[in-house]
């Protein structure tokens, strides 16, 4: 169990819901970590275990969502709410999904954008960290609150994308929607015994509707914001030049890091793609901008600069 002071949140904007856990900062300040999580959403643990303790030293507040429809009370849903770190912070329903279910990826998407209309007005300097999935969420919110004119906009600092499940809508088949978002992946038991969406060809949708012309939409709206985008060298599922094409149609202000350490282990059952040893102060340097090249280059973290 943690001694980190948290609390479940629920959030509500004309742009819909989402909950996830508050943790405070020790020495409170202006800065919000907000940390959208991938698909499932598994992350969210991961980073709560990880992170959470050393970035609430660092005086941020951090906000970790959850995915609405994610199972309440399945063989899994004590791992994807971490209800053993956080036994006073957990979210209570009558139902037995988080919000609505089924749920839809369209909702998913805004979540992010549904907790900074919802209280991103309370902070200064807001940074967005998506892993996988989470990354296009956080930065498809970004994109339409821009584009809507939010001038909360302006207190976003940054969007840390780990392992960002991105890439270019090509007219041949090798694009995003086949090589991440198979009809055989989405379809798979691991992904339903854990979250309740409302089907596989909605999903791809939504998904496709996304990505159409994201990257220019960013370039477009975001020029303000740092965006940096890791990528795992070792990463099962994402392909480097499809993170630096999408990072190179992002325009000005964007970075792309590679993690040369990630590797897949198999006694804590995580992917390379997890990203579970990611270092606490790089990630904290990248977040405020000062990941300096070759401090980490020439180091056993194995961290490069592009």
Not at 60 to 88: P, W
């Amino acid at each position: 169990m943690s001694n980190l002071r948290a609390e479940w949140k629920h959030f509500s904007s004309p742009s819909g819901k989402a909950e996830g856990r508050l943790i405070h900062a020790e020495n409170p300040s202006g800065d919000l970590i907000v940390y959208v999580p991938g698909f499932p959403g598994g992350g969210a643990t991961l980073y709560e275990t990880h992170f959470a303790k050393f970035l609430g030293e660092q005086e941020y507040f951090q906000i970790v969502l959850r995915h609405n429809g994610t199972l309440l009370n399945g063989a899994h849903s004590d791992v994807l709410l971490n209800r053993e770190m956080f036994r006073n912070a957990v979210p209570h329903h009558d139902g037995e999904f988080i919000g609505q279910a089924p749920s839809s990826i369209a909702e998913w998407l805004v979540e992010p954008k549904v907790v900074l209309e919802s209280i991103g007005g309370e902070y200064t300097n807001i940074t967005l960290i998506g892993h996988s999935f989470g990354c296009l969420a956080a930065l498809y919110s970004l994109v339409l609150m821009a584009e809507e004119g939010k001038r909360l906009i302006e207190r976003v600092r940054s969007c840390v994308c780990m392992a960002p499940a991105i890439g270019l809508i090509k007219d041949h088949a090798d694009d995003v929607m086949t090589t991440i978002w198979s009809e055989g992946f989405l379809s798979s038991e691991s992904i339903w015994d854990r979250i309740a969406l409302n089907g596989v060809e909605n999903i791809r949708a939504d998904l496709l509707r996304a990505y159409t012309d994201l990257p220019e939409r960013v370039s477009s709206n975001l020029q303000q914001i740092h965006k940096v985008f890791i990528h795992a060298e070792r990463d099962e599922y994402l392909k480097h030049e499809d993170v630096e094409e999408f990072m190179l149609g992002c325009g000005v202000n964007s970075q792309f890091v590679i993690d040369k350490f990630e590797r897949h282990d198999p006694r804590m059952e995580y992917d390379a793609h997890d990203m579970p040893n990611f270092p606490q102060q790089i990630l904290l340097d990248l977040i405020e901008g000062r990941y300096e090249h070759h401090r980490y280059s020439q180091s056993s973290d194995g961290f490069i600069l592009e």
